[in-house]
């Protein structure tokens, strides 16, 4: 009986969705695929630059300081391997604890606020320079962490606003594929600075030189950023409606103020605990890398010079595997599989360079060092994409990625530890971390995966297939709606 019920409950909710959508369509505006087309298209040549050059001179400010201890920075100040290991966790202490303001992008302009970090975490990058002792590198650390903080946690969430979730993981993967092309940057800068002959010692003029650019993109974010669909100055006025009413769907909810409701339960949904443990294990490569690749190139039996030099063919080969699952996992929706085949990459890296420990075949560790590479940072990509995807309000994607970021980002300060000078030149403690830990995001995500489809095979049953080009309100039900389906 209580079955009979729970099907008639059902059967009347739906009806009465249906009828709601019906007479929320007569009023709705039909954008059609050219107008789509031209949006999008105004959008990539306006947003995804900007963000992405962003995102460049964040991750080439903070991931500069490897590339330094290579140079000279710790020899030069005298620290030893634990004073060193807390310069790199001083950043990311403070990052995890200023991630929250993440949320200040939906309380600023994001041309006001971005342009804001810009200035801020450029002149912290710089003043890195001029350190010359322990406790005044921790400060710059500190301040570089407190305003990248919001940028990097919020970035992804700001795309969100302006592309539908089949446009958005070439967009987010693109942004966060910056990291890897920025680093590639820093390796090929890294090796002309250090090979300059001046007064000045190499490392200083590495933090000088790739700081000062973020300061100079700071007008440039004020003058061309959009704050949102509805006031994007590269539209005319009918395509800002155009824009804002073409995120009406079931993928997407108007920018709005935050709904405590559907925060508080993203931040308790499990599947964005999934996504959170997958973060922390690609995070774990995505900063040990940043920090110790350099270090660990080194450790082949190349000279400083040439390792800075040799990480970057690397650091690029990774953008554009990133770049290739991103257009995959659009085209075709299987995030999970991507992030899989793309960890197993990553472990068969960690593995070469965890059990071969002879210097003559330092090809074979080269080469682990680019699987490791091109494996973990297009799983990190695809992963916030599938996050930002599967949560259907925009408060409750909020939620699921102040998780994500603040309890994922902690396996930074694990990276930090494992590499010690002592460890070199092998670092068999911190490859082998690696290897277990993309190893483990190859189960997670063929486990959520799993989970997704029975879900999205389960509704199919009870309602039939879902249109997906349906344009229709989901804020009340969410991903219970009966047209929501995820992307597996």
């Given at each position: 009986?209580?079955?009979?019920?729970g099907?008639?409950?059902?059967?009347?909710?739906?009806?009465?969705?249906?009828?709601?959508?019906?007479?929320?369509?007569?009023?709705?505006?039909?954008?059609?695929?050219?107008?789509?087309?031209?949006?999008?298209?105004?959008?990539?040549r306006?947003?995804?630059?900007?963000v992405?050059?962003?995102?460049?001179?964040?991750?080439?400010?903070?991931?500069?300081?490897?590339?330094?201890?290579?140079?000279?920075?710790?020899?030069?100040?005298?620290?030893?391997?634990?004073?060193w290991?807390?310069?790199?966790?001083?950043?990311y202490?403070?990052?995890?604890?200023?991630?929250?303001?993440?949320?200040?992008?939906?309380?600023?302009p994001?041309?006001?606020?971005?342009?804001?970090?810009?200035?801020?975490?450029?002149?912290?990058?710089?003043?890195?320079?001029?350190?010359?002792n322990?406790?005044?590198?921790?400060?710059?650390?500190?301040?570089?962490?407190?305003?990248?903080?919001?940028?990097?946690a919020?970035?992804?969430?700001?795309?969100?606003?302006?592309?539908?979730?089949?446009?958005?993981?070439?967009?987010?993967?693109?942004?966060?594929?910056?990291?890897?092309?920025a680093?590639?940057?820093?390796?090929?800068?890294?090796?002309?600075?250090?090979?300059?002959?001046?007064?000045?010692?190499?490392?200083?003029l590495?933090?000088?030189?790739?700081g000062?650019?973020?300061?100079?993109?700071?007008p440039?974010?004020?003058f061309?950023?959009?704050?949102?669909?509805?006031?994007?100055?590269?539209?005319?006025?009918?395509?800002?409606?155009?824009?804002?009413?073409r995120m009406?769907?079931?993928?997407?909810?108007?920018?709005?103020?935050?709904?405590?409701?559907?925060?508080?339960?993203?931040?308790?949904?499990y599947?964005?605990?999934?996504?959170?443990?997958?973060?922390?294990?690609?995070?774990?490569?995505?900063?040990?890398?940043?920090n110790?690749?350099?270090?660990?190139?080194?450790?082949?039996g190349?000279?400083?010079?040439?390792?800075q030099?040799?990480?970057?063919?690397?650091?690029?080969?990774?953008?554009?595997c990133?770049?290739?699952?991103?257009?995959?996992?659009?085209?075709?929706?299987?995030?999970?599989?991507?992030?899989?085949?793309?960890?197993t990459?990553?472990?068969?890296?960690?593995l070469?360079?965890?059990?071969?420990?002879?210097?003559?075949?330092?090809?074979?560790?080269?080469?682990?060092?680019?699987?490791?590479?091109?494996?973990?940072?297009?799983?990190?990509?695809?992963?916030i994409?599938?996050?930002?995807?599967?949560?259907?309000?925009?408060?409750?994607?909020?939620?699921?990625?102040?998780?994500?970021?603040?309890?994922?980002?902690?396996?930074?300060?694990?990276?930090?530890?494992?590499?010690?000078?002592?460890?070199?030149?092998?670092?068999?403690?911190?490859?082998?971390?690696?290897?277990?830990f993309?190893g483990?995001i190859?189960f997670?995500?063929?486990?959520?995966?799993?989970?997704?489809?029975?879900?999205?095979?389960?509704?199919?049953?009870?309602?039939?297939?879902?249109?997906?080009?349906?344009q229709?309100?989901?804020t009340?039900?969410g991903?219970?709606?009966?047209?929501?389906?995820?992307?597996?």
């Amino acid at each position: 009986m209580s079955a009979d019920k729970g099907a008639a409950r059902i059967s009347i909710e739906l009806r009465e969705e249906t009828a709601k959508t019906v007479n929320e369509s007569a009023h709705r505006i039909v954008v059609t695929a050219e107008q789509e087309r031209r949006i999008r298209k105004a959008f990539d040549r306006r947003i995804v630059p900007i963000v992405c050059i962003a995102y460049v001179l964040s991750y080439l400010d903070r991931g500069n300081i490897g590339n330094a201890k290579t140079a000279g920075l710790q020899d030069d100040l005298g620290l030893s391997s634990v004073q060193w290991t807390w310069v790199l966790n001083a950043f990311y202490i403070v990052y995890v604890l200023f991630e929250w303001t993440q949320i200040l992008w939906k309380i600023f302009p994001a041309h006001i606020f971005v342009a804001t970090l810009c200035l801020l975490w450029g002149v912290s990058a710089m003043c890195t320079g001029a350190v010359h002792n322990y406790q005044e590198l921790i400060v710059c650390r500190v301040f570089l962490g407190i305003f990248e903080a919001s940028f990097g946690a919020g970035a992804p969430y700001y795309l969100s606003l302006f592309y539908q979730r089949r446009e958005l993981a070439f967009r987010t993967s693109l942004l966060l594929g910056m990291s890897p092309l920025a680093n590639c940057f820093a390796g090929a800068l890294a090796y002309g600075i250090t090979q300059i002959s001046n007064s000045i010692e190499p490392w200083r003029l590495l933090f000088l030189i790739e700081g000062a650019p973020t300061i100079l993109f700071a007008p440039v974010v004020y003058f061309f950023l959009p704050d949102s669909p509805a006031t994007a100055n590269c539209l005319s006025e009918g395509e800002q409606t155009l824009a804002l009413e073409r995120m009406q769907t079931r993928d997407h909810t108007p920018k709005s103020g935050i709904h405590w409701r559907q925060f508080l339960a993203g931040a308790m949904d499990y599947r964005n605990f999934v996504h959170m443990m997958i973060h922390f294990m690609c995070n774990y490569s995505f900063a040990g890398l940043s920090n110790f690749l350099p270090t660990i190139v080194k450790g082949l039996g190349y000279s400083s010079v040439n390792a800075q030099g040799l990480t970057a063919p690397v650091y690029f080969a990774s953008f554009l595997c990133c770049v290739l699952a991103a257009v995959v996992s659009d085209k075709y929706g299987m995030r999970g599989f991507v992030i899989m085949f793309s960890a197993t990459v990553g472990m068969i890296g960690y593995l070469l360079l965890a059990i071969i420990e002879d210097s003559s075949q330092s090809h074979i560790r080269y080469f682990g060092v680019w699987l490791a590479v091109c494996g973990v940072f297009p799983a990190l990509c695809i992963n916030i994409t599938w996050l930002i995807n599967n949560n259907s309000s925009e408060s409750k994607r909020g939620a699921g990625l102040a998780v994500l970021a603040i309890f994922g980002q902690c396996s930074s300060f694990l990276s930090s530890a494992v590499f010690p000078t002592e460890d070199g030149p092998f670092f068999v403690k911190g490859s082998a971390i690696g290897c277990g830990f993309t190893g483990s995001i190859v189960f997670l995500a063929f486990a959520l995966h799993w989970r997704l489809r029975h879900i999205n095979n389960q509704k199919d049953r009870a309602y039939g297939p879902a249109d997906e080009s349906e344009q229709i309100d989901i804020t009340d039900l969410g991903e219970k709606h009966p047209s929501f389906r995820y992307l597996v």
